[in-house]
């Protein structure tokens, strides 16, 4: 077994390289087989994770960073099934890793994840990408991929970054020229957003489906109607604490299934884990146990899960 951390040098605005090292040495000693790769450049801990996994035999990679590193190092084990992935939040947001409460402490653990469990998790297909966590289109998609605009102005960084792309997008527009499709069901347009959760948090924090999981081969998603900014202010707080069903109608339509397509006018806002894409046809499409993911034992987040584990 082959042992690869990734690890993200700007992550959370600090190098956690030489930390790695020291923890990966201790782990292993003089007696296993592992690298840590430090990422160069946007893409290349996708193009490492795959290139390693090419080589074959089993291999597990441990994501050092954000929720960015987590969908590279993802990307590239997607469907691979002698490689395994495992999160080690260090970056700014780390919504993957907020869905597991209080246990997410644990997956700060390296060596409870170099000791940990191989469970399989779905994704999300997505415009020729995979996610593991949430994707959406609409105003929120182009809110959570524009944050990195502002992050880099002076003074400016965390959550004043996501507030000032909150707030430049509002005066944009809170809706798109799209509709959506489901089980023979359209939804026509305007639209806000659609989102589609495999995870339960984004966007630095909210938290649309409280109960979402990744692992019971479905997708849980949100188709929110065209509205005006004022009703959109109104929607946005019980949006971001799972409570969008409190609101009258049909406003927030939730379907939780395997597909759904979104037709635009023009071009819009894709964000796959934050990763930011444009497209008039999307299809959220879920891809069952299509990432094998490592994580400590006996979390009790997979107590009642039906899913089995790799165990090895």
Known sequence: MRHLFIVNPAAGGCD??????????????EGGEYEVYVTRAPGDAEDKVRRE?????ELRVYSAGGDGTLNECVNGAALRKNTAVAVYPTGTGNDFARMFGPERARLLDLEALVRGEVRPLDLIEC????GVNIC????DARIGTQVHRYSRLPLVGGKFAYMSSAVMNFFRGVCDDMSAEFDGRKVGGPLTLVCACNGRYYGGGFNPVPDARPDDGEID???VRGMSRLDFLRFARRYSVGRAHELPGETCIRHRGRELTVE???PVCVSVDGEELRSRSIVFRAVPGGVNFIFPRGMEFFKDSNMKTGEK
């Open 264 to 266: 635009a006018r023009e």
């Open 136 to 139: 959406c289109a609409g105003v």
């Open 53 to 57: 996994s090419e080589r074959g035999g």
């Open 127 to 130: 415009c020729g990408r995979y």
């Open 221 to 223: 998603f949100l188709v």
């Open 16 to 29: 956690i390289s030489g930390g790695v090292r020291a923890a990966a040495a201790h782990i292993f000693g």
